[in-house]
């Protein structure tokens, strides 16, 4: 009898122990389950950097595309002359349309690398509406932007090659292409820009004074500076991107010279202010890089005002605009790098 009580409380230590252990097991599992599920569904919300950051990248990428993609056209209506008088003995020496046209192409291939085969723009993040809406046009741009270089390329071709000679047909054909393929750009640059305008982050202006931290009042400082400079910069550009050869200039006038007087007066607030050895290289990156690039910008836009009204043709009025165009975006191009450099620095935010 006794025998049997051993036996019988021995069968039940051991289901109580293998019952437990198989519980645990069980419970383990399903823990180490949802905390992988957990881990796997939980994202990163994009923040206020993130915005900013994708905004600024899409505006440099949008201005090199269009300033490429306007000097294509502008070098065709210059070099090439209207069908209707070209002739078998006509001289046309494309060399600046054969230029532009390869630049396109550098351009193009470098924009379309960077947003569809895993480079910088493709890595970018964003807030979901801003991400989709931008990508998406800027996945048309830089399509029509292929169709818009295909026929560049060919009709470049064409006259370089003196294939007008030998047949004067295509001339007019051509010059169709060319026209069509233009406006689908521009339409496509106008909508991405129209996009990016809409997500214009709206920037976050921290009071100076209310920060105690002399890194992080550096840090904001220049941020604030910076900010002030490009706002103006890309107002006035939204007016200058609209004016042709004997249009009006006075509203790209009022928004270049509210320009220089906020640049201006950032810079002064800049080279007086204080800084530590930690922060020292904001006021000196400023300083020696991107108050050059926004000088240079300044310069041209002088100089393309004061001789407006003398320019005697439409290739003196690109050639000038050109310049100013090209000096905009070496300073859109120098603020993207200092923003950065002072974001991979500075972790206040």
Known sequence: MNNLKFTFSLILTIIIFTGCSFVNTLKNKLDYKNKKENTVTETKEPSYDDDINFYNKYINAVNK???SGESVYKDYVRDIPSPAVINKNSLIIPVALSLSVSSLERTLKEYKRSFFDS????????????KNEVESEMKNL????DGYYAVSEKVSGYYSKSGYKSDLTKA??????MKSSYARYSEAVSRLSSVLKKYRPKREKRDIGSISDPDEKSSELMLNSYG???DAAEDFYDSFALLKFRGNPDEAVKYFEKYEK???QNKQVV???EFTEKTKFMKYNFEDYFSKTSENFTDAGKKFFADYSGFKSEEVFNNKYNEVVQNYNYMVQS??????SINSVMKFR
Do not use: Q
Not at 335 to 340: A, F, G, L, R
């Open 65 to 67: 595309l269009r300033e």
């Open 119 to 130: 480079g910088e723009l493709s890595k970018l993040n964003a807030s979901a509406s801003m």
């Open 142 to 145: 830089l399509n029509a932007m």
């Open 172 to 177: 007019g054909p051509y010059d169709e292409e």
């Open 228 to 230: 002030d400079i490009l």
């Open 262 to 264: 906020i640049f201006d």
């Open 271 to 273: 080279l007086s202010a």
């Open 335 to 340: 603020y993207n790098t200092s923003i950065n």
